[in-house]
């Protein structure tokens, strides 16, 4: 690499490094495909499918994966691959909770958010700092993005800027007012050169908040200070894995989608794979199957579009109300 403040053993840093992708929508799909083209191994972590309508803001995805039923994490590391054949990259197409995420991060040299909400977020948080992993926060919402580098000890995390995640519907979210791929670009190149930071030991990182917006042509810097009574940085408390839930059926509604994804009770990442080719041939019978692949069976019953999965996971399509999400579950798939 010619860029002298990388460099030769930058570059060497950077192929030998690991980097977990949490969640390959729009911006995380930026960063990683930034972090693949500068050779850093990836593991990429998504819970969705491809969808044609937000094909515009993802530069990984395209119109073949939306029809042959690839999700997005798989499709993702396709096409990374497509781009470097020894890359190393590694896709699970799960969603990422505090019973799963300790796993996940382990052995990865820097987590980064690709997430689109912040209940992921103070989870990645938590892990990222009781594992002593740096992550890099990046969020884009209309013409606007946010990114901060956090590091543990005795620099500030997310938690310190925000003490809880935002109650649902406190903040602007892509449901209610878009975003621009300009801004996704700008903000995951930011974080994605963070991540490169991190690997390589280079500074100045961005340890505050920064805050872009492409329209109006503002670059914001903002300090965020390392509270002694944070609850995850400071106390060590990491309420994130406190509120582990208990077994229950947790369905959970998807930013912009008019769609709740539904994990079903006690079905852990190692949880044998379900018969999708004996679930389709059952739902033949009483709801009309739209599509079957390897990861997937669709149908439509009951005016909703449910995505089903290999691993029991569920996208209920048609509603954002997660109790009418739960009920189609346990309708027509059951427990
Ligand atoms: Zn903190």
Redesign the pocket.
């Known amino acids: 690499m010619l860029f002298a403040r990388i460099g030769a053993a930058g570059q060497a840093r950077l192929a030998a490094a690991r980097v977990l992708v949490v969640g390959v929508g729009a911006t995380g799909g930026a960063i990683a495909h930034a972090l693949a083209r500068a050779g850093v191994g990836l593991t990429l972590v998504d819970r969705d499918f491809p969808e044609r309508h937000n094909l515009q803001r993802q530069t990984l995805l395209d119109d073949a994966d939306v029809d042959a039923g690839i999700p997005k994490a798989v499709a993702a590391a396709a096409r990374l691959r497509a781009i470097d054949p020894d890359l190393a990259v590694a896709a699970h197409a799960t969603d990422v909770h505090a019973g799963n995420i300790l796993a996940l991060a382990a052995g990865h040299d820097v987590i980064v958010d690709g997430t689109d909400n912040f209940a992921t977020r103070f989870v990645v948080n938590d892990a990222a700092?009781k594992l002593g992993i740096p992550w890099v926060y990046c969020g884009a919402i209309a013409a606007t993005g946010a990114t901060m580098t956090i590091e543990a000890g005795g620099k500030?995390?997310?938690?310190?800027l925000y003490p809880e995640p935002p109650p649902p519907g406190a903040v602007d979210t892509c449901d209610t007012v878009g975003v621009l791929y300009p801004a996704v670009a700008v903000v995951a190149g930011i974080a994605a050169l963070e991540v490169m930071k991190l690997i390589v030991g280079a500074e100045p990182r961005n340890r505050g908040l920064l805050h872009v917006d492409v329209w109006e042509h503002i670059y914001q810097p903002f300090d965020v200070a390392?509270?002694a009574d944070?609850a995850?940085?400071?106390r060590h408390v990491f309420p994130a894995f406190e509120a582990r839930d208990g077994g229950d059926v947790l369905a959970t509604a998807l930013c912009g989608r008019d769609a709740v994804h539904v994990r079903p009770a006690g079905r852990g990442d190692a949880a044998a794979a379900v018969d999708l080719p004996g679930i389709a041939r059952r739902l033949a019978a009483s709801a009309h199957v739209v599509q079957t692949s390897a990861h997937l069976v669709r149908f439509e019953a009951d005016g909703l579009t449910v995505t089903l999965f290999a691993d029991g996971r569920a996208i209920v399509g048609g509603t954002d109300d997660p109790a009418a999400a739960r009920s189609a579950y346990a309708r027509w798939i059951g427990n």
């Open positions: 700092v500030p995390c997310l938690r310190c390392a509270r944070c995850t940085c400071g």
